[in-house]
């Protein structure tokens, strides 16, 4: 059985810069993401995950496919990942307790920062419709 997940490319089209977390305990950097909740859409996890890990509101650019990445996690979980393209709206009212540090990154330097190879790999799918997406193309 897979476990579906989802999460955002958070991006701040003012600064042209993306939201990574920082996730302390495993000292890595990747997206916003986690689980997809009952009754809940892959665009509604990816919204509420982001607002829970990084306290900041997001809106789905729906132009923009989502990036699927497949995979086996340590523990042996079996993973689909759906990633979307989302606008920062600001500052989130969301209480959880699930945050971890929001470092603002230029969007030239991403790649450079994601601690996996398959982060990168669908980032690298997204970046130049990120780009025009700043560029308001």
Not at 38 to 65: G, H, W
Not at 100 to 126: A, G, Q
Request: glycine fraction near 4%; hydrophobic fraction near 30%.
């Amino acid at each position: 059985m897979e476990t579906k997940k989802s999460g955002c490319y958070l991006i701040n089209t003012q600064t042209k810069m993306v939201g990574l977390i920082y996730r302390d305990h495993l000292d890595d950097y990747s997206f916003p993401k986690g689980h997809l909740e009952d009754n809940e859409s892959l665009e509604e996890c990816a919204v509420r995950e982001t607002a829970e890990e990084t306290k900041r509101d997001s809106v789905i650019v729906e132009t923009i496919k989502p990036t699927i990445d497949r995979y086996v996690t340590p523990k042996g979980e079996t993973c689909v990942c759906y990633m979307y393209v989302a606008i920062d709206m600001g500052p989130s009212a969301n209480t959880s307790t699930d945050t971890h540090d929001l470092i603002w990154v230029p969007i030239e330097e991403v790649e450079n920062r994601l601690s996996y190879p398959s982060l990168k790999k669908y980032w690298l799918e997204v970046k130049e419709q990120v780009l025009a997406l700043c560029k308001g193309e």
